[in-house]
């Protein structure tokens, strides 16, 4: 008997695979192990977001919208959630970003158990709002330039395949 997948959990799958490409890359075991930085890990993570959100007919530009509107909001008082911790090491990129994805699924976590309290949905779509807004901040902590990172992406997914 098949479960069929809801859209949260496939996008939890994506989530997965984030981590599963950085290890991947990384790893001893494989025969062209690469050298990479946080650069690359926010790469794959933006690019598998973007990935995802095609599929699900989500727009990237509304979740950068609502990102923009809640940093600009003057009772932000939730965006504090999204905020990375200073618990990360200068020493390791890698190691950081995968701090970063820890964060990430606490608060995943956090807004579960809130919405099974308050009422609030759940979804796919506060999963990807949740994601991107931690990726954003890391970029900015970081002092990666997002719309370059975005047109780089961009134009990997335009390539034939």
Known sequence: MSIK????????????AVEDDISHLVSDDNEEATEIGGYECLFIGFSNLRLYCESS??????????Y???????????????TIHEDLSG?????????????????FSAFEQ???KSGEVFDDWAGVFI???YLRNYCAKEEVDFEKLQKEISRLHAEPK
Do not use: H, W
Request: charged content about 30%; hydrophobic content about 35%.
């Open 5 to 16: 997948k809801t859209r949260l959990d496939v996008f939890f799958d994506m989530f997965d």
């Open 68 to 82: 923009q509107a809640l940093k600009e909001s003057p009772a932000n008082e939730k965006f504090g959630t999204l």
């Open 114 to 116: 809130r919405s099974k």
């Open 131 to 133: 994601m991107y807004s």
């Open 91 to 107: 020493n390791n990129e890698v190691v950081n970003f995968c701090k970063l994805l820890e964060q990430i699924e606490n608060s």
């Open 57 to 66: 007919g989500i727009r990237l530009e509304q979740i950068e919208e609502q």
